[in-house]
């Protein structure tokens, strides 16, 4: 039996295939929609390949109402979102910021609206991210909940911060809606089937999928942004976080929601001072998504070739413009509240995001 119908939006995306085959495989009922601004259509069927089954799926963009409404009235059973549907790189925003407010707001405006008066149960998981603690001080390393939130300087660092304003007030206006805003650190490697993973279109920005595709000689050199940092091997350092560990945490959040009442709610620890008044509703929740371990650009380089055995040819290059030195997450309230933990090896992380780029050709 269904664990209930969750909607997926932005499901045929990085996290969103991971999250929708691990919100499939715990039980729950998939409803997936995406406009595949930034995916392929081949993933839906590479999903259904993994779950052996057919998908419910609906190309539509979230922020034309319209379309999407029309999503919630052929499943008026939603008894939850996970709401992944945004763009999210970052010097793109600076060049593009109509595009990303509209897309990342407009799309989270519709859906809180949708799930309000649609659905059958207000429940929603947000993707967040750790931009919404800008370069933190070292005395907050690693990253808990309440650390300081610093202005983020990029229009897709803003979305994401005004994302959790306006979802922290719909939690105090609207006393149906629950919310889980979760922040994740770096999501990296694959599926093991290799059937789905990480596809950046042109030259990848991100670290791994570079790495990779320097492995495979797509690229011939990895550049590494600096080796002046005040990090003990002079390069930045973040929380790789493997992303099907990721992917479970959505599901535990879910689980969270659903079975958290009023007589449980306030069970949870309120440490946010921003969103103090929506934590007090017991109905808001905010996680760290890492692994609690932080890895230097060069460790990660090292640790590849170790793991895969293929030579990865690298070279020092100037600091990348807008990096964060370091930063690296404190997952243990999620570990507490979630019963969650990202525990999968880096070796094995490193290895699946190697066997998901040989899958490629
Ligand atoms: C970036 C965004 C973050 C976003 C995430 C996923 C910033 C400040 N943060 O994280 O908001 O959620 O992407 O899209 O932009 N590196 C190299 N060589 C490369 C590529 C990267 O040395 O060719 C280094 C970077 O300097 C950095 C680390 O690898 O130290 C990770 O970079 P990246 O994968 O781009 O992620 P973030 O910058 O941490």
Not at 38 to 54: A, D, Q, W, Y
Not at 75 to 93: L, Q, T
Not at 139 to 152: D, Q, T, W
Not at 302 to 321: D, W
Request: proline residues 5%; hydrophobic residues 40%; contains cysteine.
């Amino acid at each position: 039996m269904s664990k209930g119908k969750i909607l997926l939006t932005g499901a045929a995306g990085y996290i969103g295939s991971h999250t929708w085959v691990q919100l499939s495989e715990a039980g729950y009922d998939v409803v997936g929609v995406d406009n595949f601004y930034n995916s392929e259509r081949n993933v839906i069927g590479r999903i259904e390949k993994i779950l052996g089954k057919t998908v419910n799926f609906e190309e539509i963009d979230c922020s034309d109402r319209d379309a999407f409404s029309k999503v919630f009235q052929k499943h008026p059973d939603i008894v939850g979102a996970v709401h992944f549907a945004a763009c999210k790189a970052v010097g793109e925003s600076i060049d593009k910021p109509l595009l990303y407010y509209r897309n990342n707001i407009v799309s989270l405006l519709n859906l809180i609206s949708l799930m309000n008066e649609q659905a059958e149960k207000a429940n929603i998981v947000f993707s967040s991210s750790c931009t919404v603690y800008g370069q933190p001080d070292k005395e907050h390393l690693p990253i808990a909940e309440n650390a300081p939130l610093k202005r983020s300087l990029s229009p897709y660092g803003k979305s994401k911060q005004m994302a959790e304003e306006i979802l922290s007030d719909s939690v105090i206006a609207f006393p149906e809606l629950k919310v889980c805003a979760l922040r994740y650190f770096n999501p990296i490697g694959a599926h093991p089937s290799a059937l789905i993973g990480e596809l950046p279109r042109g030259v990848p920005q991100n670290l791994v999928p570079f790495v990779t595709q320097t492995a495979a000689g797509i690229r011939d050199h990895l550049n590494v942004f600096g080796n002046d940092y005040n990090t003990p091997d002079g390069s930045c350092i973040r929380d790789y976080i493997y992303v099907v560990d990721l992917a479970n945490a959505h599901v535990k959040a879910i689980d969270k929601l659903l079975s958290s009442t009023d007589s449980n709610a306030n069970n949870h620890t309120i440490e946010e001072p921003t969103y103090i008044e929506a934590a007090k509703t017991g109905r808001w929740f905010v996680y760290n998504l890492g692994t609690g371990k932080g890895l230097s650009v060069l460790e990660l380089v090292n640790g590849f070739m170790k793991a895969t055995g293929v030579n990865l040819p690298y070279q020092i290059a100037p600091r990348r413009q807008g990096d964060i030195e370091q930063v690296w997450a404190d997952p243990k309230k999620a570990e507490r509240e979630l019963g969650w933990k990202a525990d999968t090896p880096i070796e094995d992380v490193l290895r699946s995001a190697w066997n998901w780029q040989k899958s490629l050709g």
